[in-house]
């Protein structure tokens, strides 16, 4: 009978041992999870100091680009810049102006006359 109890005694030793074994092997899983999790975390947390000193950086490089004069000045205070000149108008075009200003008088001629009051008959 010694015996029995002695094994039962082992028997649920051993169980409690192999509890306390499995727990001891999860809690070391999650410890090792959590440091993985840290580390992971710091890597983040660096990434994105590093990102925002990126960012900090590119918006003085843009401010530096846009301080930059154009040779032909600027359209507005802080409008685009003005375009390179055209080069030298060649041909017939340099008369357009002139034309459209011939086209215009001919046509206020025309309204003038049609307006005008008509001459008397000498029937």
């Not at 983040?44 to 950086?57: G, P, S, V």
Request: glycine content about 6%; overall charge positive.
């Amino acid at each position: 009978m010694k015996n029995f109890i002695a094994l039962c005694a082992l028997g649920v030793v051993s169980v409690n041992a192999h509890k306390h074994h499995r727990k001891q092997k999860q809690l070391q899983a999650q410890q090792l999870s959590n440091k993985m999790l840290q580390q992971e975390i710091e890597e983040l947390r660096a990434n994105y100091d590093n990102l925002e000193k990126k960012f900090n950086a590119l918006t003085q490089t843009v401010k530096k680009q846009s301080l930059v004069q154009s040779p032909y000045g600027l359209a507005g205070p802080g409008g685009p810049a003005q375009p390179s000149p055209q080069p030298f108008v060649r041909g017939e075009k340099q008369w357009m102006d002139n034309g459209n200003n011939i086209n215009a008088w001919g046509d206020h001629q025309v309204e003038v006359a049609n307006t005008r009051i008509p001459y008397q008959s000498t029937a």
